[in-house]
């Protein structure tokens, strides 16, 4: 049986990170607001943190820390080894698994790889973002696509898992370069991905291109259907998709533009054009989807809304079963 996979998030926000991205707001994304701290308070607060956490977790979950939220390998060297120092100690002593950590694509080199090598680093988040140099230089990344397929093949080559994160709807961004984008994280050699919607929050230079009619946020359809669609693609290619939309917060909960629902509708959108495409070709007037146990739900749709669409728009009989034996996001057709 697989073990169910957990991550205690140490959020490192904005720290180390040189940039300032149009749509970033680490602080409202993570919802930390103390990034001053001196190294002693970080290391307790981090323990104390890990500590906690470890009491809410039963033994049977594959545990990991995950140093999120920044740029983890930009910040100053020293205080990097000191929360891996920490981290490690952990992984030695067997209460968890390993640590992961995320960080931008222009802060990934051999010398950093071989510290994250030495301290039970298992995984590497990448900002990809976009792997179009327009989109990035519009978003004021601050580096190049090529940095990202750089470092990402760099990332796979050393044996660490690779995690490409990308984002929906940034300025400058299409479906077009959504799906590039997905494509060469996969040729990178990425095992895991995370899609983000671009959120518009408030203070963000972003927010200012809104106001000033620069940007225009997609509509949740629109970023729903291109998530769904970049979602597939990662699927398709073996890729495992760990997040969809960004963690709820107070803050984000607050945001106009968030929905905390975005993963879920993400998937919606996804078993709804694979079962109304196998649709095209039956005649009969009931059918039985199967999809993977776990993904009932998600191919029915949040009020039964694919259930209802299908039957609407194709006169037939729907409904949706689970089995074991399929895959997230595989889709099957029975006529009965
Ligand atoms: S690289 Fe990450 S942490 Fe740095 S400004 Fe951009 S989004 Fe924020």
New binding site residues.
């Given amino acids: 049986m697989t073990k169910k996979h957990k991550n205690i998030p140490i959020f490192i926000p904005?720290e180390g990170?040189p940039?300032?991205?149009v749509?970033?707001s680490?602080r409202k994304i993570t919802g930390v607001k103390d990034t001053e701290l001196s190294l002693l308070t970080e290391l307790g607060r981090c323990r104390a943190l890990i500590e906690e956490s470890l009491k809410t977790i039963d033994g049977t979950s594959e545990t990991e820390i995950a140093f999120f939220g920044?740029?983890f390998t930009a910040i100053d060297e020293d205080r990097m080894i000191a929360l891996l120092e920490l981290g490690y100690e952990y992984v030695k002593n067997g209460r968890v698994s390993g640590i992961r950590l995320s960080t931008?694509p222009d802060f990934i080199d051999e010398h950093k790889l071989n510290i994250l090598k030495q301290y039970g680093v298992k995984a590497v988040e990448l900002?990809v973002q976009s792997m179009s140099d327009e989109v990035l230089m519009a978003c004021k990344?601050g580096h190049k696509a090529d940095d990202s397929r750089r470092s990402g093949r760099m990332i796979a080559e050393y044996g660490f898992e690779y995690v490409g994160q990308m984002m929906i709807g940034l300025p400058e961004s299409t479906l077009e370069t959504e799906l590039m984008t997905a494509r060469e994280i996969i040729e990178s050699g990425a095992k895991c991905s995370r899609i983000y919607p671009t959120i518009t929050i408030e203070g963000t230079e972003l927010y200012q291109m809104y106001l000033d009619g620069r940007y225009r946020p997609l509509e949740l359809d629109e970023a729903v259907e291109r998530s769904s669609r970049v979602l597939e693609l990662f699927l398709e290619n073996g890729v495992k998709v760990l997040r969809i939309g960004l963690q709820s917060s107070e803050e984000m909960e607050k945001n106009p533009f968030y929905h905390s629902a975005f993963g879920e509708l993400t998937w919606n959108a996804l078993y709804y054009r694979k079962m109304k495409e196998l649709l095209k070709g039956i005649e009969e007037k009931s059918v039985v989807f199967t999809v993977e146990k776990t993904h009932v739900s998600k191919a029915v749709g949040q009020k039964r809304s694919n259930v209802v669409r299908l039957a609407q728009e194709s006169g037939k009989n729907i409904k949706i079963k689970g089995s074991p034996f399929h895959a997230a996001g595989e889709v099957t057709a029975e006529i009965i």
Avoid: D, I, L, T
Wanted: aromatic share 8%; charged share 15%; hydrophobic share 10%.
């Fill in positions: 904005h990170c940039n300032c991205c749509f970033c680490q920044g740029s931008r900002g990344r």
